[in-house]
């Protein structure tokens, strides 16, 4: 079929180097949330609904954060990433296997996602920007239970927005920050150059 003219909000295209045939959207709706992902094995002539009821990787913020890549290695293997980040193997369709990742300790990747791009090297390696910084995985081909691990390299990246601060009398300073929680700085005693987390999400 076509792509729905109607319902939906912002629409993100992700195009397949291995298959120039194979082109994704994810559209959002209007409220936010995943309106669908769609898949074209002819340049866009056809699409089909690969959505599956109850995955919404978008959250609430589609128009916020909404991107969609797909594997250097893999035309089938797509990456969905908003409030929260999916990967699926979408060879079986209208019902791909879907799997969220990024929300255990051992993936390490932050909410809000925005940019997927992999190395051109080694498409194993991926990097993820989002509202936390940027992540890094070298697998992101791998078909594990869990999906790829990440890892911050945000050291020495300081790009943290402020909504608003607060200093005391003695010239310790509490922060609240976009998306990257409230942060404690004490002038005296070992935090003159990092901040202590004090209180997760929006500061």
């Not at 082109?23 to 769609?38: D, F, P, W």
């Not at 690969?50 to 959250?59: E, F, H, K």
């Not at 003695?170 to 901040?195: E, L």
Request: charge should be neutral; glycine fraction near 12%.
């Amino acid at each position: 079929g076509k792509l729905p003219e109607t319902g939906g909000s912002r629409v993100e295209f992700a195009f397949s180097a291995q298959d120039p045939n194979y082109i994704y959207a994810c559209m959002a709706a209007t409220n936010g949330s995943l309106y669908a992902v769609y898949k074209s094995i002819n340049k866009g002539n056809y699409w089909s609904n690969i959505s599956v009821a109850g995955v919404n990787p978008l959250g609430s913020q589609g128009t916020y954060d909404n991107v969609i890549a797909v594997s250097p290695a893999n035309k089938d293997r797509i990456f969905v990433g908003g409030q929260s980040f999916c990967v699926s193997n979408t060879t079986a369709q209208p019902l791909p296997d879907w799997k969220y990742i990024g929300n255990s300790a051992t993936s390490n990747l932050h909410a809000d996602n925005h940019a997927i791009v992999f190395n051109p090297v080694n498409p194993d390696i991926m990097y993820v920007g989002n509202d936390g910084g940027v992540y890094k995985t070298l697998n992101s081909s791998t078909n594990s239970t869990d999906g790829p691990d990440f890892k911050s390299m945000n050291k020495g990246y300081n790009v943290t927005q402020y909504y608003a601060i607060a200093p005391t009398a003695i010239g310790n300073v509490v922060g609240g920050t976009q998306d990257n929680g409230s942060k404690y700085i004490v002038s005296q005693g070992g935090f003159s150059q990092s901040a202590q987390t004090i209180g997760g999400g929006d500061g």
